[in-house]
C-alpha cells in the first residue's frame, strides 16, 4: 500500500498478527523513498529495553498504551512540526 502514495505519517503498533511492528518498521526505514517519513511507534510494553529496540529499528518516537487523546496529538504534532527531523 506505501508504494502507491507516501503517508507524512505512519502510526506503528508494535504487537501485529503476522510480523512484528519491528519487522514492519525495518521494512519502512529500508526504503529509501520512506526513510524521511516519521513513524509513531506504540506499544503497550513500555519497559526501557522496547523503547530502545522501537528507537534500533527507526522509529522516530514511542507512545506507550494506554495514552490520551492529548499525548496523541501532541506526538503527532510533534512529529509533523516543519522543523522536525525525522529518522
Known sequence: MLSA???DLVMLDLT???MSGYE???H???KDELQHVPVLAMSSRTMPEDRAAAEEVGASAFLAK???RQQL???VEMLLA???VAR
Open 73 to 75: 496529538a501532541g506526538q
Open 16 to 18: 501485529l498478527p503476522e
Open 24 to 26: 514492519v518498521c525495518e
Open 5 to 7: 502514495f507516501t503517508p
Open 82 to 84: 516543519p522543523d522536525a
Open 66 to 68: 494506554p495514552f490520551t
Open 28 to 30: 519502512l526505514r529500508a
